[in-house]
């Protein structure tokens, strides 16, 4: 919790929560209703909470509200993915705002629950040119809280089976917040270890002592090009960081955690797709544990880069793989819905 941060229910962990309930003149088990109410059933109003004391809703209303945040946009596609604008107080009088994505299963009638994707910062430093978040810049790190936050949204809308955070930010520049809200997440909304994704540019130091750590989560890193000088300018934050450096941590991950790594990359057509990515990238990955995601760029409007033909998409693909490594396509869901990463957010910025 911080001074400036409005304290909200979330912002407790559950020993300061029962201490909070208690000292309104509840009861522990009181505690442990809201909690499970709110993180494992979404519940966003105390007065839905009818197995407690009429008093105690009102007393925890006015001193513990659910929500920091205000929902300043909502779309939805067709394929029923929704997207969040999600406006934080600054303590400027100003909004900090952050998407969240619920992605629902691909069938209506499937028993499994949504993915949630979320933001780690409001803004980002890393500045990829070919992402709408990157154009606007760093604002701040999201609290823990708020991070929590977007999870009990996500969870208003419907059941949760998996959360990717690759979202806005870079999860690595705010990795103690983030790791406090996985917990909250792993412990009492129960989404598994495996089943949580961060997706980061992987700088080295910063990836190996999270290794270290040992956290609740699957890593994902952001490659994008097997050629040094070409992810200088597609990640322009990793500047003068080999890829080889970031390899290298990652696979000390690997060893720490035992937990394979997960290597996106963002095709761009014409730009990162030819046979010699496809090749550079295979001998990169030679003999490693670990799966290439590559993600069709979704276009932005008024930048340089376009989406690669399904064709060509699919040669990449088999390119890899003809070449030993296990390699993936995910199509972005919700195309009709400002899909790509920040396009809400940047569309609300430019009014
Ligand atoms: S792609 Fe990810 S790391 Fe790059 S600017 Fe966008 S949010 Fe940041």
Not at 259 to 266: D, F
Not at 338 to 349: E, I
Request: charged share 25%.
């Amino acid at each position: 919790m911080t001074d400036a941060a409005p304290v909200t229910m979330p912002a407790y962990t559950p020993e300061e929560w029962t201490a909070h309930v208690v000292g309104l003149g509840g009861k522990p088990f009181h505690a442990r209703i809201v909690r499970e109410q709110v993180f494992g059933q979404g519940v966003l109003d105390y007065a839905a909470m009818t197995s407690l004391p009429t008093a105690l809703r009102e007393a925890l209303a006015e001193t513990a509200p659910i929500l920091s945040s205000r929902e300043v946009d909502r779309s939805t596609a067709r394929d029923r993915t929704t997207k969040l604008l999600l406006g934080f107080p600054r303590g400027d009088g100003d909004e900090a705002t952050v998407e969240t994505v619920y992605i629902p299963p691909r069938r209506a009638d499937s028993p499994k629950g949504a993915t949630l994707c979320v933001s780690s910062q409001v803004g980002c430093p890393v500045a990829c040119p070919f992402c709408a978040s990157g154009r606007l810049g760093l604002v701040r790190n999201l609290e823990a809280h708020e991070i929590i936050e977007q999870y009990v949204r996500g969870r208003a809308i419907g059941p949760l089976s998996r959360s990717v955070v690759m979202g806005i930010g870079e999860p690595l520049l705010n990795l103690d917040h983030l790791v406090r809200a996985l917990d909250v997440v792993h412990d009492e909304m129960g989404i598994g270890a495996r089943k949580i994704t961060v997706s980061t540019v992987g700088f080295p130091a910063r990836l190996r002592r999270a290794a270290e750590a040992n956290p609740r989560f699957q890593l994902a890193i952001s490659l994008h090009t097997p050629f040094d000088d070409q992810r200088d300018e597609l990640v322009p934050a990793m500047k003068g960081t080999q890829i080889d450096e970031v390899i290298a941590a990652a696979d000390h991950w690997f060893d720490v955690t035992g937990r394979e790594v997960t290597y996106e990359y963002v095709l761009l057509g014409g730009t990162n797709d030819t046979p010699d990515h496809a090749r550079a990238l295979a001998r990169r990955l030679a003999g490693k544990r670990c799966t290439v995601n590559l993600i069709p760029y979704n276009p932005v409007q008024g930048d340089a880069y376009h989406r690669p033909a399904p064709d060509d998409v699919e040669g990449f693909r088999a390119a890899l793989e003809q070449a030993g490594c296990v390699a993936t396509v995910r199509w972005s869901r919700g195309m009709d819905s400002d899909a790509a990463c920040g396009q809400l957010r940047v569309r609300h910025a430019a009014g």
